[in-house]
């Protein structure tokens, strides 16, 4: 556990949550609005022990040099940068605390995941990972317009929910991308709505990621296709379903969604202090560089072939 306070800097829902699992986890939190953020009075305190940085994408640069100068350990949240440049000049400037530190892909923490990860996947030749959700739906008095999802430069649906990329490369760490296809709006140039990114690793297996601000109905799976089996996932239920010639084995889980956060802090806090993390999967910042090169390179290929008629209101 780590000795002195964590600083959250993020007043938004993400922060606020952050801020409540380190109490729980029994840490003492300083929440710092950005707004209310100074660099230079932030750079003399001797206090603190860690940072999460639950800041919009645009603000990542800056606070990770500051952690690298204070020798404080983070925890960033997603995504961390929309082109390649930026992600390595983040992760030139986070290398003195990169090995203590995390980035906030939460999903790495479903149990469903963990146990397929766990699992011999050698024979798979193809995947297929998916989730849609209506955007207009996701909270009470919230507008599209307003949000950083609706930004040309650091939103759309690709860097919203790179969630799913990040899971593809945690099963199969060598994928590359191959192309990016994506649906846009004529009132917000720029920003994908649908996208679907064609990936695939030297040798096998080859898949398809895909994200969308539209489905009326909220969905979030996975299929995976083997030599001698098929894997399937339904994250949202959730259960993982493994298919034979000779059966078909469902493996329910119970828990509840703030686990994964939950469980991803707790990691963070033993890396900070120098431990060792408990899930064999944790996003630790120096071993997701490919995932954050590859999120931020399939932004940058995009290929805009239509738009959707939607009303964002």
């Known amino acids: 556990m780590v000795s002195?306070?964590?600083?959250?800097?993020?007043?938004?829902?993400?922060?606020?949550?952050?801020?409540?699992?380190?109490?729980?986890?029994?840490?003492?939190?300083?929440?710092?609005?950005?707004?209310?953020?100074?660099?230079?009075?932030?750079?003399?305190?001797?206090?603190?022990?860690?940072?999460?940085?639950?800041?919009?994408?645009?603000?990542?640069?800056?606070?990770?040099e500051i952690c690298a100068q204070m020798d404080l350990p983070f925890y960033v949240e997603k995504p961390l940068a929309w082109s390649v440049e930026q992600v390595e000049a983040i992760y030139a400037a986070a290398a003195p605390v990169a090995a203590r530190s995390m980035i906030g892909f939460m999903m790495r923490y479903h149990p469903a995941l963990r146990a397929l990860a766990a699992e011999d996947l050698s024979d798979i030749y193809s995947f297929s990972m998916e989730i849609g959700h209506d955007v207009?739906?996701?909270?009470?008095?919230?507008?599209?317009?307003?949000s950083y999802a609706a930004r040309p430069e650091g939103g759309g649906v690709l860097l919203d929910l790179s969630h799913e990329v990040d899971m593809a490369r945690a099963l199969f760490p060598q994928l590359a991308l191959r192309s990016a296809q994506s649906l846009g709006h004529a009132d917000y140039p720029g920003v994908d709505f649908a996208t679907s990114l064609h990936l695939a690793a030297p040798g096998g297996p080859v898949g398809c990621v895909s994200?969308?601000?539209?489905?009326?109905?909220?969905?979030?799976?996975?299929?995976?296709?083997?030599?001698n089996r098929l894997w399937e996932i339904d994250f949202l239920k959730p259960e993982l379903v493994q298919i034979t010639p000779e059966a078909r084995l469902v493996t329910p889980y119970v828990f509840e969604r703030n686990d994964m956060f939950l469980?991803?802090?707790?990691?963070?806090?033993?890396?900070?202090?120098?431990?060792?993390?408990?899930?064999?999967?944790?996003p630790r910042f120096d071993l997701m560089r490919g995932t954050n090169a590859l999120v931020a390179?399939?932004?940058?290929?995009?290929?805009?072939?239509?738009?959707?008629?939607?009303?964002?209101?």
């Open 263 to 282: 469980a991803a802090m707790a990691d963070f806090l033993a890396l900070a202090s120098g431990g060792v993390a408990e899930n064999p999967l944790a």
């Open 211 to 227: 994200m969308d601000y539209l489905s009326p109905v909220f969905i979030r799976s996975a299929r995976l296709r083997g030599l």
């Open 297 to 313: 390179e399939a932004w940058a290929g995009r290929q805009f072939t239509g738009t959707v008629a939607v009303d964002m209101g």
């Open 136 to 146: 207009r739906q996701w909270r009470a008095n919230w507008q599209f317009g307003d």
């Open 4 to 64: 002195g306070r964590v600083a959250v800097i993020g007043a938004g829902s993400i922060g606020r949550r952050h801020a409540d699992n380190l109490r729980v986890l029994g840490v003492e939190v300083d929440h710092i609005p950005w707004r209310e953020f100074s660099a230079q009075t932030f750079a003399q305190r001797r206090d603190l022990s860690a940072v999460v940085i639950a800041t919009a994408t645009q603000i990542r640069l800056e606070l990770i």
